[in-house]
């Protein structure tokens, strides 16, 4: 494996293990320390994620929740309220990188979304995602898309 491969395996081990911290945050409003510390100290720990990139996307996410919210909420073709936590938290993370991450391309946030979709969420939750995620990316990133 290479050092570019290894270090997006590494990734997206951060982001499968922010979607679990933000489906706890959704769910009982622990703190993003609390959560961190947690993580940290469960019998395997972080295992191979990049520790510093998890801690700045749960952290990043809980600081811009209303903003990137306000960015997910439009393309949603449900209230928000009746979305599934899980596909909530993919939602805000993906929201997250595409607009403050501009260093990993769009794709590559679309696609890892998809694929945390088909690992924790519903069904077909990964094809809502995805729909989303993808016009989402085109308002935030249009030289990009």
Known sequence: MTGENL?????????RLTVQALYQWLINES??????RQFREQEE??????P??????????????SELTLDVVPHLDRPLNQLDPVEHAILLLGAFE????PEVP?????????NLAKIFGAEDGYKFVNGVLDKLARQ???HET
Do not use: C, I
């Open 7 to 15: 270090q997006q395996s590494r990734r997206g081990l951060a982001r």
């Open 31 to 36: 703190t993003p320390a609390a959560l961190l």
């Open 45 to 50: 720990g972080l295992g191979r994620a990049d």
């Open 52 to 65: 510093a990139y998890f801690e700045e996307l749960l952290n990043g996410v809980v600081t811009y929740a």
């Open 98 to 101: 595409l607009r403050h991450k």
């Open 106 to 114: 769009w794709k590559v946030v679309v696609n890892e979304s998809v």
């Open 140 to 142: 935030l990133r249009p």
